[in-house]
């Protein structure tokens, strides 16, 4: 089977072109999104219609198996039009990545639907009591980003076996099975309807089940796909460097809108009537340009290591790098729509200007706990001092 390098480039612009396509849609479904909590279902029908939501599943499923490179800049492209909507059509497409390490069985439900949507929630906060034939789980998910729209939901969880460690799992459970609370009502990202999904001893089936003695290893249950070395990406690595394109669009969306106003506004209390004139735009806009150059450095190349892991997933220098580099992506990125905000003035705060979403998205997405700058410095630091990272999720 071929892997991802076997890709041609056409299809890696046909993806992005058909994202492109879809811009305007999401642009003007946004608001909408915005006051629902949640994508809108036109524009969830018109990506699933698009076959983006496909890109990385199985071709023995219908999918593309494209390069990681190009999922990210399908959401790149996608951000500009709505980043809510954006982070769930990523979310949806990185976990079919990460179903194919399910059993051929579990793959079969999971597919039953077509274009199955699935969301993720990694923090093991849950219990897993094993019973006959399976487990039955209880706990409660936060942040359960594009639940609306899920036909299920991959939930990381602790097996708890007596006089035994607990082990962490990932359990595929419908999402028709999953209770959700009300308590999605945030500043930024507002459109993901990322509420807390519960759970109340619903049962899991052994084959549906995928535990992780070794975050260090990739584990695949499924004979169909264990040996396609396209499936070798570790999660952490893969979806921390996958996000970086919601911020990277993101950003890119905010200096359009720079590079256009400043050939028509002022600056106020000035002698500038076209604000292109004033030295200070010529800063700001070097350092807008410079500073998103430099993050989509930092998203490349961790695409690239996540390659590297590929290879040897033991390597967790590579692998707290791509994490290092995934958060400097979303730094930079807030940098620079922070600059375009600073450069807009008191005009842009105006509801209806899409740049006063831009500011309150980009300030949600970078405190996302995979992409937090602080964090993630703190844990490159460590392993660049030669000390363990005392960390699972790497």
């Known amino acids: 089977m071929a892997s991802a390098v076997d890709e041609p480039d056409s299809i890696a612009a046909e ?14 479904n946004a608001e909408e999104a915005r006051r629902l909590a949640r994508p809108t279902d036109e524009a969830m029908a018109a990506l699933e219609d698009s076959g983006l939501l496909m890109l990385m599943a199985p071709k023995v499923r219908g999918g593309r198996q494209v390069p990681l490179s190009t999922f990210i800049d399908v959401g790149e492209e996608l951000a500009r039009g709505c980043a809510s909507t954006t982070w769930v059509a990523s979310i949806y497409i990185g976990t079919l990545y990460m179903v ?49 729209h899920a036909d299920w939901a991959l939930l990381s969880s602790l097996i708890m076996r007596d006089g035994r460690p607990p082990t962490p799992a990932q359990f595929l459970v ?4 999953c209770r959700s609370a009300d308590d999605w009502d945030v500043s930024g990202l507002s459109g993901t309807g990322s509420a807390s999904l519960s759970t109340d001893g619903v049962f899991v089936p052994e084959h549906r089940v995928l535990p992780f003695a070794d975050p260090t290893k990739v584990l695949s249950l499924s004979k169909t796909l264990a040996d396609d070395p396209y499936f070798r990406m570790p999660f952490i690595p893969f979806f921390a460097t996958g996000a970086t394109g919601t911020p990277l669009g993101m950003a890119g969306a905010a200096l359009d809108l720079m590079k256009d106003r400043v050939q028509k ?49 033991s390597d967790t220098a590579l692998r707290v790098r791509c994490r290092a580099d995934a958060a400097w992506t979303a730094l930079l990125c807030r940098e620079v729509v922070e600059i375009v905000q600073q450069a807009s003035g ?49």
Request: net charge negative.
């Open 15 to 28: 993806a992005v072109e058909t994202a492109s396509r879809l811009v305007p849609l999401l642009q003007s």
């Open 265 to 313: 506004r002022g600056i106020t209390y000035t002698q500038y009537t076209r604000q292109a004139d004033a030295a200070i735009t010529h800063f700001q806009m070097d350092s807008a340009v410079m500073k998103l150059d430099q993050a989509r450095f930092h998203s490349e190349r961790a695409a690239a290591t996540v390659a590297m892991v590929a290879e040897d997933p």
């Open 100 to 148: 194919a390490g399910f059993s051929d069985e579990a793959q079969d439900e999971v597919y039953s639907v077509g274009t199955p949507k699935t969301l993720a929630a990694f923090n093991p906060a849950g219990e897993a009591v094993p019973v006959s034939g399976g487990y039955r789980l209880t706990g409660t998910w936060r942040f359960c980003s594009g639940q609306h």
């Open 174 to 177: 419908p999402r028709g099975e």
């Open 346 to 394: 008191a005009s842009a705060i105006h509801r209806k200007d899409p740049l006063s979403r831009i500011v309150s998205d980009i300030q949600a997405l970078s405190v996302h706990s995979f992409i937090l700058h602080s964090t993630n410095a703190e844990l490159h630091g460590r392993v660049l001092c030669g000390l363990e990272p005392g960390v699972a999720f790497i």
